[in-house]
């Protein structure tokens, strides 16, 4: 049996565990799972550039929030429909992603983690700036009624619930085939020694490029689909806090392996969800995390499970 | 038809600053043949090399390979053309396997499907006798495999031209002499230019020396040539350099 | 007010922030020069002493003159303490290896500022200045009698301020002299330079690391103590200075000293000019923009030295 058929069934099984978690979990559970399911593409997307390519990004949180106002503003104030709308915000976050990709990747490094906090500042400040049309911190509702594809109801549980499967799902698969491909390979050659993929005549300038494309669309897809299913955009989502998540959660997981992400936005979701019930300071259990892990399991939970038990996971 | 030399520079310079490291090079590297670049320590053989990789930007002067002016190419393009290159340091892919290694630089050089490519693979590391050790983390083998690798990795890409910078550094003996074997089975396929200050080496191993010295071409000429040369003796104020 | 009054008044307060901030500024700068680390807690730091400060001020319940002398001293040297402790224990641990301490530090920032809410709370709390007379300041015009000073209605500072500017600029000397001309300043610049080397001429690393972790902490630090009476403490106080202390390191060049301060000055001075005269949010957009672009295409900085 090879890893070929051990990599399918293992994907193709965590969708069929969320496909039947629908009917088996409480609605409250299925809420949960439903939210940590968009948040895990966005950490997905994350995760091709940090743990695939190596290059940490403090300024994700431009990416997701281009995907949830393109959406969110063009629903809300032109009265797009549900399809165009997540083109809308999907295009927003293409061009971000594509421009703060060209300046970004001029530097390595710190200065790279750097240039893309300013960057997301930048896009926070901006959102702030223009608070009469996005009603800045406090954000804006998008109306239950608009938020239907024909006669399919994204708001109901069951709606919400599938459509962000069906995200995920595609995102998932999208995910193990790519770090699979020459593409991915590649990436993971440019993560392991730049240089050296450079002098192998690899042009690591384009590769760079396209996997903050990839990886800022993805991000921008989380932030569309959030605001649709969950009905609501507001400028929290465009801060550093919102950068930082991601980064925790594929860290938590593991980094540069395809099921880390999942694993990581579960584990902190419910982390949060509980430590919230106890104290206003529930952020303090993820600093808590990061440098736990930072100490003692730098590769994270499947990284962990890679490096002792499963080596073949992508 | 083919020119006789495979590689050219015209009045290649370097200046940084005002210190001019590479001064007007005209070099031309013959086909099929093995070429050892020698020089005492500061003498511009890395700054030369890493012109002709495309690591550096020269100042002034022009590039040819195969025909082709590569002067305004950057170093993956290159590389692309057919020329592999290994680093002073050894520089490999550390978290992966040492197969994984070779593949990689098998699957940008050679446009096979990918079981013909693990095929090619296993070859080469046969070859350079690492096939055992092919599912070994590369960043676990000793410094001699690692830089064994590092050659495997350009043998696998069939370059026209293969340039090595310092490859002997930190072998041990019987390490030396697998390589100097290695080197000589690739004669007339590939032409090679070697960096080396491993006099030993040399002598056993290029059909063509050149000498640089303080940025410029001092002399050019067989083994034989060149150990008679006064001037190049001079330059080395009489040492024969082991590494 | 006139322009011109007014954009004396602008400078002022610019200077008043350019001067926290370039000791702030200074404190990442130097854990970066010499450790090559980059500590995202730094705010907290700041954070940290100010809300010492207050404590301190509060359990003294004496004048304000000696609770602002007692957290000066107290505040600092708590905090150099900690980040010393956090050194040992974290950084050391994972060997600064730069992804990892990234990470380290972004935990410690959460660790130190949730820790904080749950113990001083989430409101702004005041700490009173140790003095605070009120300074008219005079402004020129050519009148009929030619030269001459007049006193604008409104246009003040308070001795506490111009206090603030004048420790500052004596802090930054002696923290020039200190790197310049003593032995410890020394060791720290050689390790900075090369650390093996230092280390193999006896030269004990790891506690230079901690010593100048704990610095770097000190420094932020006491820049908050010294704006706290103007502030207020407050637990998510260190996000800005974090921001700002990065774009000053970011454009004086890492590691420079005079960098720092020139930048200091320049983006504390445009920050408060800009802020009084346009939209606060217009102008933080612009300068994140602009550091941005500083870093991308002239990576060294103004006056770093490129790597």
Redesign the interface.
Known sequence: MNDELRVYGLHAGIVGLLLISYFVLPEYHSGNLARIMVLAVYAMGYNLLFGYTGL?SLGHALFFSSGMYGLGLAMYHMDFAVPSGILMGLLAALITSTVVGF??L??S???F???T???A??GY??V??FGEFTRGDEGFVLQQSERVIGSLDLTSPAGRYFAALLLFAICFFLIMYIVRS?FG??L??IR??E??????????VTLKLKAVVISGVMSGAAGAAYALLFGYAGATFAT?QYS?FP?LWV?LGGAGVTIGPLIGTIFMFYLIDYSSSL??????V??????????YA?QGLAGELRRSYFKWLP | MASMSILETKGLTKTFGGLSANTNIDFSLTRGKITALIGPNGAGKSTFVGML?G?ITATAGSVHFDGVDISNLP???R??MGIA?T?QIT??????TVQRNV???A???LSLPKSEILDAVDEVLQRVDLLDRKDQKAADLSYGHQRILEIA?GLI?KPKLFILDEPTQGLADAEVEQFIELINSLAGKSTILLIEHNMDVVMRAADHIAVLNFGELLAEGTPKEIQENKEVQNAYLGKTTDA | MEFGPHLMLASLEGAVIAAVLALTAMGLSIVFGVMRV?NVAHGEFFMLGAVIAWTVAYSLGAHPAIGFLAAIIIAPLLVGILAGAADRI?LQ??NYD???T???T??????????T??TFG?DARPVEPPFNQRLALPWFEFGESGFQLYWPWGLSITSYKLFIILAAITLLIGLWLLMTRTRIGLVMRATQQDSEMAGAFGVPVKSVYAWVFGLGAGLAAIGAVLIVPVQQAHYLMG?EPL?LS?IVV?IGGLGSLPGTVIAALLIGMSDGIISVFF?P??A??IA??L???V???R?QGLMGKLQ
């Open positions: 940490l300046l970004a001029r530097t490094g710190v200065a983690m750097i240039v906090l300013m960057f500042q930048a400040l901006t702030l700036y020459g390979l590649a993971i050659a392991e020694n240089e050296r993929a450079k002098m192998l005549g690899y042009d690591v550093v930082i980064l860290l104290t206003m300071a529930y952020m303090l993820a600093g808590v995390v990061l440098v736990l892990l930072t100490l730098p | 990789s690591r170093a993956f393009k590389i692309g290159y680093f520089s490999i892919f550390p978290g992966l593949e990689l630089a699957r940008r050089a990795m890409q | 980059v974290i641990k994972i730069p992804d990892r990234i990470v380290g972004i935990g410690l920032l959460y660790i130190i500022q949730q820790t809410l749950m989430p996000n921001l990065f970011i939209s949010t217009l933080k957009i994140t923009l550091v941005a672009m870093l991308v295409f990576p």
